[in-house]
Nanobody, 121 residues
C-alpha cells in the first residue's frame, strides 16, 4: 500500500507565508508527478502546482510568482512554499502522488487526506 500525508496548514494573516509538506510512503518504486490541489468551500478542486519527476513545473495562474513547488525525490516528499497569501487562497490543500508501485507497470494516483489553510483578511 501507499500512504500520502500532508502537513503544514494553519491560520495565517493576509500577506503571510506557509510551507506545506507532502510525504509519500509504502510500496513505492518511483513517483512520477507530485501535485498540490485545493478546494474552497462550494468550489471544485483545482490544481495549484505540480512537478514532474524531471522537475518540470506547472502553476495555476492565480498563484504564479507567489507559490513555489519543490521535491526531494530521495525522501518521496513534495513541498509548497506559499508567500503573499490572500484570503482567496483559503481552502483544503491536497497532495497527489502518481506512484509506480513495485512489481507493477502502471502508475496510480494516491491522494492525501488534505490540510486546511485559512487566510484571514
Amino acid at each position: 500500500q501507499v500512504q500520502v500525508v500532508e502537513s503544514g496548514g494553519g491560520l495565517v494573516q493576509a500577506g503571510g507565508s506557509l510551507r506545506l509538506s507532502c510525504a509519500a510512503s509504502g510500496s513505492i518504486f518511483s513517483i512520477n508527478a507530485m501535485g498540490w490541489y485545493r478546494q474552497a468551500p462550494g468550489k471544485q478542486r483545482e490544481l495549484v502546482a505540480s512537478m514532474s519527476s524531471g522537475a518540470r513545473t506547472n502553476y495555476a495562474d492565480s498563484v504564479k510568482g507567489r507559490f513555489t513547488i519543490s521535491r526531494d525525490n530521495a525522501k518521496n516528499t513534495a513541498y509548497l512554499q506559499m508567500n503573499s497569501l490572500k484570503p482567496e487562497d483559503t481552502g483544503v490543500y491536497y497532495c497527489k502522488a502518481e506512484v509506480l508501485r513495485w512489481a507493477t507497470n502502471r502508475p496510480v494516483d494516491y491522494w492525501g487526506p488534505g490540510t486546511q489553510v485559512t487566510v484571514s483578511s
